[in-house]
C-alpha cells in the first residue's frame, strides 16, 4: 500500500458510489484503496441485456485498474470485506489481511431478497453480477434447445413458458426482452418449434407495473408489454416457487425459467459497523451521509437508507450512489484541507427510466412525460452516455445498431453449466 | 426431425469439418441434421486472444442455428453422441436419444492430451473450449492480482510466473501474447508489482519453436519471442507438473499459471465405429475419407488419420477440416443423385500461419515465405475473413484495432471462479 503520512480513505465496492468517490478525490491530499470482490465495475442498468444475448459481459464491465490508472492516489486492492473494526480503525478481509483507514465509505450494494424464501434462489436467480447474467442467458437459450428436443407437448410448453417475478424497471425490461428474443431473435433458428409460441408472465405482488412511476406510465408500459406478448398478472403474491414454476395462491404457472426481480436485501455494512439499520438491512445515516458517533465512516448507495436534505428517501438507482459518492468526496476533501463541512447531502432527482423494448420506453423526469420511441432513444443515449469508457460507448452503440437492424443476437451462447440447468435435464 | 423419404445425411460436430459439409449439402436433395454438444461454432484459431482478454467470447463463436437459419435441409440438435450403431445406423445421444442415419459424418475433433499424465490436466489447462478460454484468462489475471497482494517476493515471482508447455502454433501464440500483456496492457494497473517482471517461459520438447514450419522461420520465431521477453527452452521434455511449478528433468520452474499446449488426442469416433485408430486415436480412413466396409460412414479432421490422393498426411488445421467437409459433401451429393464417386480426397495446402505477437507473424507458404509485419498483417486479415459471420468480422476487426492504437484490453475481466484457482488463494 502506499506508504505516506497522507490520510488514507479506504473505499468498499466499486459500484457507482464508490468509483465516483474515488473519482472525486483524485486531487485531494489522500491516499485511496479502493476494495472490490470483483476487478471490474459493472454498470448494472445494461445487465439484462447481457442476460438476453444482446450484449457481452465485458460490453457492460470495465475493470477497475483501467477505470483508476490515470489516477495517481488511487490503488485498487481485488479482495472480499466480511468485517470492520471500528476501534482500530480497520476493515477486515476474508484472507485474514486488514486495511487501516482514516476515511471509510462503505459501498457494497445489494443482493437479491426472496422475503425469507432463500430456497427459491436456485430456481428464480436474480439479476445482479456478471455471472446471474451469464446463468440466466445459458437458462433461456437452453428452454428453447430443450424444448426443440422435447417430444411431450406439456412439457414442451412448459419449457417455453418464462416467468418474471416483479414489475419494477429490471422486471419490466427482462420480461420484454425475453419476449424480443424469442418473437424476433430466435424466430428462424428452430424446426420443431415455434419461439413465437412461447410464453412471457410477468408477476407484480403491487396493483400495478412500475410502482415508483406516475400511473399513466405505468399503464402505458402495461399496455405495450401485452402487444408484445407478456402477460401481465397484477396483485399477484407469488407463494410458492420450484422446479416446475409458480404458485401464486391457488394459481399455478408451470414454467422452466424463472427469474427474481422482486426485492433487494442490504449488503451487511450495517452489520459490520454494528449500526442501526432499517427492516431491508440498509443502515441508517446521518444527513452527511456519515455513520452516527462515526464522523469519518460513510455509508452510501444501496446499502444505506439515504435520505436528502430535504428529507425525501433516496431512490437505489445509479445516478443516487453517483452523487452520495460525490457528496462524501466533498466531506472529506473539506476535513482534509480544514475548511468547513459541507453540510448534508442534497439529491437531486433527474428521472426516471425503464425500457420496455424496440423503440419503446418511459421517462418519469417529474413533470416531463415522455413513452414511445422518443423516449427509448434519449434511454439508449443516456445508457451510452453513462457507460465508462469511450471504448464500451462504442461497442455497445455498435452492437446495438446491429441488434436493431438485424433482430440478431450474436451473443447467444451457451457456455459453461450450471447444477440446476444439468439437473433437469431429460 | 424431418420426416420425408429423403436420405438423412447425420453430421457430428459443428467445426469447421461439420459446417462445411453441411454448408456443401444445402442443395443436395438430403435432409440433414447437426448434432453437437454446444450451441455455437467455435474459430479456434483465435481462442488464444480470448484467454488473454483480447477478445471476447461471441467474438470467435457463432450460434450454429444462426449459421445454418437460411438452410432450409439442415436441422441442428444440441446433444452429445455418445456410441454409434453401425448395424442400426443409428447415433446413440448421452441423454438416451437416438438418431436414425443414412449418412454419417463424424466430425468431433480433438481434445489436449497429457501423454498418460491426465493427473495434470487441473494445473495446466489446454486450450480447445470457451470455458478453457475464460479459465486461463481468469488465471492469467488472477495471478498479477494475487502478485499486487502478496508481500512475499518469492511468492510474488512465482505468481508472476506463466508457463506454456508446447511450441506449436498454440504455445508461440500464446507466449507472445502473455508477454504483451504483462509488458504492455496491465503495465499502469498496479502499485506493488511491475507487471513488466513477468517471466514468460516457453518450454518446447522438441529442438525448434514451430517444428511445421521451416527452419529459418523456426528461428525468427524464437528470437523475436526472445526480443519480447519470452524466456524459449528447447528439447525441454516436461516430467512433472503440480501447483507448484514444471519440472523438466532437474530442472524445476517456479510457476503459478500452467498452459498446456503440447498435445492433442482425437474424440472417441474411431471407438464408437469399432474400427481402426493409429497411436493417437484418429480413425484410419479410406482416401475418400470413408470407413472401411462402411461406404457411407465418413470422419473428417483432427479426428480422422486423413491423407491426400498423394499420400502425404494430412495436417490438423482447419482449412484442411473444411475441405474433408466439403469432399464428403461431394461424395454423398454424387451419390443420391446417382452420379459417378469423386475419387479420392485431394487435400490442398495453402500454407501454415502463427501470429508471434503485435506486429509480427510468421507465414510459411511453401516457396514463399514472409515474417514480421507483412506477415501479421495478412495474419489479420486472414483471420478477418474466414471468422464466420459480418457481425464477428466487424467487431473482431474494431477490437484488434483499439487494442493496437490504445495497448488496453477491454475484455479483461475476472469472471466465475474455478476450484483450483480458489485452492491455491492465500
Not at 177 to 196: C, G, M, T, W, Y
Not at 201 to 225: A, D, K
Request: net charge positive; hydrophobic share 45%.
Amino acid at each position: 500500500m502506499n506508504e505516506t503520512n497522507r490520510p488514507h480513505v479506504v473505499i468498499v465496492g466499486a459500484g457507482f458510489g464508490g468509483l465516483s468517490a474515488a473519482r472525486a478525490l483524485a486531487k485531494a491530499p489522500v491516499d485511496i484503496t479502493i476494495v472490490d470482490r470483483r476487478n471490474f465495475h459493472l454498470f448494472q442498468p445494461l445487465l439484462y441485456q447481457v442476460a438476453t444475448a444482446e450484449l457481452n459481459p465485458s460490453d457492460v464491465a470495465w475493470p477497475i485498474r483501467g477505470v483508476l490508472s490515470d489516477q495517481k492516489n488511487a490503488c485498487v486492492l481485488l479482495g472480499e470485506v466480511q468485517d470492520v473494526d471500528r476501534d482500530r480503525q480497520q476493515v477486515q478481509l476474508k484472507d485474514g489481511r486488514s486495511l487501516r483507514y482514516d476515511w471509510l465509505v462503505l459501498a457494497t450494494g445489494a443482493t437479491h431478497n426472496y422475503f425469507g424464501h432463500d430456497e427459491w434462489a436456485p430456481t428464480a436467480p436474480g439479476l445482479k453480477r456478471i455471472d446471474d447474467a451469464t446463468l440466466i442467458r445459458r437458462r433461456l437459450l437452453m428452454a428453447f434447445e430443450r424444448a426443440e428436443n422435447s417430444q411431450d407437448e406439456a412439457e414442451r410448453q412448459a419449457l417455453m413458458t418464462f416467468c418474471v417475478i416483479g414489475a419494477g424497471p429490471t422486471g419490466v425490461e427482462m420480461a420484454g426482452a425475453i419476449a424480443e428474443l424469442a418473437k424476433h431473435a430466435l424466430v428462424s433458428d428452430f424446426q420443431s418449434i415455434n419461439p413465437r409460441d412461447a410464453r412471457v408472465v410477468l408477476l407484480e405482488g403491487g396493483p400495478r407495473v412500475l410502482p415508483p412511476f406516475p400511473e399513466s406510465l405505468s399503464t402505458f408500459t402495461q399496455r405495450s408489454l401485452e402487444k408484445m406478448g407478456v402477460e401481465v398478472m397484477l396483485n399477484a403474491l407469488v407463494t410458492h416457487c420450484d422446479a416446475r414454476g409458480v404458485d401464486v395462491g391457488d394459481v399455478h404457472v408451470e414454467a422452466r425459467t424463472v427469474i427474481w426481480a422482486a426485492g433487494v436485501a442490504a449488503s451487511p455494512a450495517a452489520r459490520w459497523l454494528g449500526s442501526a439499520a432499517d427492516r431491508a438491512g440498509r443502515a441508517l445515516v446521518e444527513p452527511d451521509l456519515s455513520i452516527k458517533d462515526l464522523p469519518t465512516v460513510f455509508v452510501i448507495g444501496d446499502t444505506a437508507a439515504m435520505k436528502s436534505a430535504d428529507g425525501k428517501p433516496v431512490p437505489g438507482i445509479a445516478p443516487a450512489a453517483k452523487q452520495a459518492g460525490q457528496h462524501v468526496a466533498k466531506v472529506i476533501r473539506a476535513a482534509v484541507s480544514g475548511k468547513p463541512h459541507p453540510g448534508a447531502f442534497r439529491y437531486r432527482h433527474y428521472g426516471n427510466l425503464a425500457t420496455i423494448g424496440r423503440n419503446s420506453a418511459v421517462i418519469d423526469f417529474g413533470r416531463i412525460r415522455m413513452k414511445g420511441t422518443l423516449a427509448w432513444l434519449l434511454w439508449c443515449v443516456a445508457h451510452i452516455y453513462f457507460l465508462i469508457g469511450a471504448r464500451n460507448r462504442m461497442l455497445v452503440a455498435y452492437e446495438w445498431s446491429i441488434n436493431y437492424l438485424t433482430h440478431n443476437r450474436g451473443a447467444r451462447l451457451i457456455v459453461g453449466s450450471d447444477a440446476n440447468t444439468e439437473q433437469r435435464a431429460p
